[in-house]
């Protein structure tokens, strides 16, 4: 049973910008780190964000620093990752993942709960 819906995907032009939510049951992921990350055509799935239940640690790819922002509200259940400055190359499915732990982590391995995906496309 998928418990992380994904939502805010879309096509958009290079340069442009895109919000992406995660939903989330209450009290499912109490205390859990939440993570983004992508997979595009033909390559592996790659972390692009991630961030404590605090908010207070956060965690960026090289790829994505300082165009990407990942927060989350959990009195709405919600995990975002705002995206501007978007490049044809962060075209990928995006998906909300989730991790049993307090601190901060990008290993995918260590996620135990995702979502279906959304696709971004980014065109130049």
């Known amino acids: 049973q998928v418990q992380l819906v994904e939502s805010g995907g879309g096509l958009v032009q290079a340069g442009g910008s895109l919000r992406l939510s995660c939903k989330f049951p209450e009290h499912t992921f109490s205390g859990y780190t939440m993570g983004w990350f992508r997979q595009a055509p033909g390559k592996e799935r790659e972390s692009v964000a991630a961030i404590t239940w605090s908010g207070g640690n956060t965690d960026y790819a090289d790829s994505v620093k300082g165009r990407f922002t990942i927060s989350r509200d959990n009195a709405m259940n919600t995990v975002y990752l705002q995206m501007n400055s978007l490049k044809p190359e962060d075209t990928a499915v995006y998906y909300c993942?989730?991790?049993?732990?307090?601190?901060?982590?990008?290993?995918?391995?260590?996620?135990?709960?995702w979502g279906q995906g959304t696709q971004v496309t980014v065109s130049s």
């Open positions: 993942a989730a991790a049993p732990y307090s601190s901060v982590h990008t290993t995918t391995r260590l996620y135990s709960d």
